[in-house]
């Protein structure tokens, strides 16, 4: 074998040895940072810890954001429970502003940036958590756990959360976790989701590692057993139970119109709902389920199409409510709002591959053995006035809850690895 090609594979044999080392070193210290899968809905915080006791607030000046006759006060108490694949980055960074901007305390995970995901939130997960103490925005990843959360907040908070069609969130959540999801290791061919869906039982281990993220997704994220049987009444029980602890449920198709709603229901300004597309795949990563796939995936998630379908229905009885002429108004100002920070903020006018990104304080978390995700160049020249917010809008998850002040020892551990074998 000729020297140059010898040497060739020999750096190919080294690099799938150190990214096979790399892989293993990941899952095991990921298998020690989170707890069980199945832990019970059981409380893990003490039983005498005492529940959120908030101060009294000083009363604020109303506003006509919203073109109330008497106005109202906008809300600062928010639960958003983030699911997964849904836009929920895009939301997140929202809440980031406008708690930034109004000096509010968000309860952050210690370590990572979920609460021991896929284990059931508890209190004493919180950073710096003490018995009472009180929190005025919670939206980093959890498995939701009501009881738990309720304990954290004012009263009178709001509860929200996001869904999208359950097909296309299995066909996102497939390629980005697919890789540490080991049952997936067993699919050969080219097109490992079309594999997978011809006969999902085949592959599908309920027990395996990472096994949620592929089946039911929604309904595992609010808290819920993913492999209920459909047949069961415990399906419509969960349900109307959701119905219950949340004020609002967004759609990710239809999200300017959730935004118009979420505003609406906190009293806020629109500029607290402007938005820049986080966290989105480049366009090559995006396969498009077909017809028959897309039945499929829909039959493989049918407790989370039961749930979609539900919700859909309701969040269109709300936009009923809230006036169509009304939700075209304000969807197209949000839309022209969005257009002229897009004008402002971003160099080039559009998202671009992680290689072309030119800060790494805008580079995006990349799942692991690709750069799929989209990220931003800031522009180099922006007028005072609109400066930080650019900033703002345009910086990824876990460099905003850095600078906000969460303690991410175990993610910046994980990024130093990566980068040090550029995986």
Not at 268 to 285: G, I, Q, T
């Amino acid at each position: 074998m000729p020297l140059p090609q010898k040497k060739r594979w020999e750096s190919m044999a080294k690099g799938l040895v150190l990214g096979a080392l790399f892989t293993s070193f990941l899952l095991l210290l990921y298998s020690y940072a989170v707890p069980p899968l199945y832990t019970g809905l059981a409380s893990t915080t003490p039983e005498g810890a005492a529940p959120c006791s908030p101060a009294p607030r000083e009363p604020e000046a109303p506003t006509s954001a919203n073109g109330s006759a008497g106005g109202c006060q906008p809300r600062r108490d928010i639960v958003f429970m983030k699911t997964h694949k849904t836009a929920s980055s895009t939301l997140l960074n929202i809440l980031f502003r406008f708690g930034q901007k109004h000096g509010l305390k968000f309860a952050f995970p210690n370590g990572r940036n979920d609460f021991d995901y896929p284990a059931f939130f508890a209190r004493s997960l919180v950073q710096d958590y003490r018995p009472g103490a009180c929190f005025n925005i919670i939206c980093n990843h959890m498995r939701f756990h009501y009881d738990e959360v309720r304990g954290l907040v004012a009263p009178n908070a709001t509860f929200i959360t996001v869904l999208r069609d359950p097909a296309r969130l299995f066909e996102s959540s497939f390629h980005y976790f697919g890789s540490v999801v080991p049952f997936t290791w067993k699919l050969s061919g080219r097109d490992k989701l079309a594999e997978f869906l011809q006969d999902p039982d085949r592959y599908y281990d309920p027990r395996g590692y990472n096994a949620h993220y592929l089946r039911n997704l929604l309904f595992f994220d609010l808290g819920y057993d993913s492999d209920l049987d459909p047949s069961s009444p415990q399906v419509q029980e969960h349900i109307l139970e959701v119905e219950r602890h949340f004020h609002l449920v967004l759609l990710q198709e239809y999200f300017d119109e959730s935004l118009v709603l979420l505003k609406d229901l906190l009293c806020w300004e629109l500029e607290d709902v402007l938005y820049f597309k986080l966290n989105a795949r480049r366009a090559s990563a995006v396969p498009r389920l077909s017809g028959e796939l897309y039945r499929r995936a829909t039959a493989w998630n049918v407790l989370d199409a039961r749930l979609y379908r539900h919700f859909n229905a309701s969040f269109w009885r709300k936009v009923e409510a809230f006036g169509r002429e009304r939700m075209a108004r304000e969807v197209a100002a949000l839309r022209r709002a969005n257009e002229r920070m897009r004008r402002i903020c971003i160099d080039g006018g559009r998202a671009v591959d992680a290689a072309a990104i030119q800060d790494s304080a805008m580079q995006p978390w990349q799942p692991l053995g690709a750069k799929s995700i989209l990220g931003y160049n800031l522009k180099k020249s922006i007028g005072q006035r609109h400066a930080q917010l650019c900033r703002r809008m345009l910086t990824p998850e876990i460099q905003y809850l850095m600078d906000l002040g969460a303690n991410l020892w175990f993610i910046k551990l994980c990024k130093f690895i990566r980068d040090f074998l550029r995986w």
